[in-house]
């Protein structure tokens, strides 16, 4: 099944998230594939996170296609103009990748090619746009194409903000919507609370999210990630339990787990990701029943 014939079906979703390698080496990345297979109902393939060099998102993609997992392509916006943007596109889809993911990108100064420039020559509502105009038959600048693209195209919502911040979220969720976005994936989110507090703000849309679960490898990471990852929101118990817990890897395991258990019922499905640590994804998936 097609991951767009998943998000139109009833059914709880497991998305997890796998890092292209750095090299050509890419026996990691099939092993983990593997670990996920009947488990995972598609796999994002992040381009090139933290503005770290990859190999990148449509080549890892094409590769775990043709193993038969069904992959969503992540193209972001720092990287590449219109141009390229636009090129690739056509790319993924004659290469029969039909599921993508839309981003901003991270920080050039936060990865490992510190002297790159970003591009950003289209912002997210402007990717969005231009690729609801290339599924009509049209580039971004109105030349027809010889061939249209189809694909199921997704986003991202910062679904941990709050107050007001969170209002001006939910606006620009509802444009990204309407320029096509077909699901949505948040930041890390543990707070249950939060996340149904926003499912409610959001029903109205009628449009799949999928909120993150990383798993948490240490009690720094999570710290880390509250401080200085904008919209992740991590409970002070969740911290503390990791904290005293003996076997920090096994607990990391067991509260990602209940956490994606927790889930069901509130949302569509769950986006999981384990950074640094994709071989725990089976893992984790082994004790949710997945």
Same mark, same amino acid.
């Given at each position: 099944?097609?991951?767009?014939?998943?998000?139109?079906?009833?059914g709880?979703?497991?998305?997890?998230e796998l890092?292209?390698?750095?090299?050509?080496?890419?026996s990691g990345?099939?092993?983990n594939?593997?670990?996920?297979?009947?488990?995972?109902?598609?796999?994002?393939?992040?381009?090139?996170?933290?503005?770290i060099?990859?190999?990148?998102?449509?080549?890892?993609?094409c590769?775990?296609?043709q193993?038969?997992?069904e992959?969503i392509?992540n193209?972001?916006?720092?990287?590449?103009?219109?141009?390229?943007l636009?090129?690739?596109?056509?790319?993924?889809?004659?290469?029969?990748?039909?599921?993508?993911l839309?981003?901003?990108?991270?920080?050039?100064?936060?990865?490992?090619?510190?002297?790159?420039?970003?591009?950003?020559?289209?912002?997210?509502?402007?990717?969005?746009?231009?690729?609801?105009?290339?599924?009509?038959?049209?580039?971004?600048?109105?030349?027809?194409?010889?061939?249209?693209?189809?694909?199921?195209?997704g986003?991202? /919502?910062?679904? %941990?903000? &709050?107050?007001?911040?969170? @209002? *001006?979220?939910?606006?620009?969720?509802?444009?990204?919507?309407?320029?096509?976005?077909?699901?949505?994936f948040t930041?890390?989110?543990y707070?249950?609370?939060?996340?149904?507090?926003?499912?409610?703000?959001?029903s109205?849309?009628?449009?799949p999210?999928?909120?993150?679960?990383?798993?948490?490898?240490?009690?720094?990471?999570?710290?880390f990630?509250?401080?200085?990852?904008?919209?992740?929101?991590?409970?002070?118990?969740?911290?503390?339990?990791?904290a005293k817990?003996?076997?920090k890897a096994?607990?990391?395991?067991?509260?990602?787990?209940?956490?994606i258990?927790n889930?069901?019922?509130l949302?569509?499905?769950?986006?999981l /990701?384990?950074? %640094?640590? &994709?071989e725990?994804?089976? @893992? *984790?998936?082994e004790?949710?029943?997945?």
């Amino acid at each position: 099944m097609s991951f767009k014939d998943s998000l139109a079906s009833d059914g709880f979703l497991v998305i997890a998230e796998l890092e292209p390698p750095k090299g050509t080496d890419t026996s990691g990345l099939v092993s983990n594939a593997d670990n996920l297979r009947g488990r995972a109902h598609a796999v994002v393939v992040p381009e090139m996170n933290g503005a770290i060099m990859r190999m990148g998102s449509i080549g890892a993609s094409c590769l775990l296609k043709q193993k038969g997992i069904e992959p969503i392509v992540n193209l972001n916006c720092r990287d590449r103009n219109r141009l390229a943007l636009q090129a690739d596109l056509l790319n993924a889809s004659a290469l029969g990748l039909e599921n993508m993911l839309i981003s901003a990108g991270d920080e050039i100064t936060s990865g490992d090619h510190i002297d790159a420039k970003s591009v950003n020559d289209l912002d997210v509502l402007g990717l969005l746009e231009g690729i609801k105009k290339m599924q009509k038959g049209i580039d971004i600048s109105g030349n027809e194409l010889n061939g249209a693209p189809r694909f199921c195209v997704g986003s991202e /919502v910062n679904a %941990g903000l &709050q107050g007001g911040a969170l @209002e *001006v979220e939910i606006v620009d969720m509802e444009k990204k919507i309407r320029a096509g976005a077909d699901f949505f994936f948040t930041p890390t989110l543990y707070d249950l609370d939060a996340i149904e507090t926003f499912m409610n703000k959001v029903s109205q849309f009628k449009v799949p999210v999928f909120p993150q679960v990383t798993i948490l490898k240490s009690v720094g990471m999570a710290r880390f990630m509250c401080r200085h990852v904008d919209g992740v929101l991590i409970p002070d118990e969740v911290i503390e339990r990791l904290a005293k817990a003996p076997d920090k890897a096994k607990e990391s395991i067991a509260i990602a787990a209940e956490q994606i258990n927790n889930l069901k019922g509130l949302c569509r499905g769950v986006l999981l /990701v384990a950074i %640094g640590a &994709q071989e725990r994804l089976g @893992e *984790v998936l082994e004790q949710t029943g997945s």
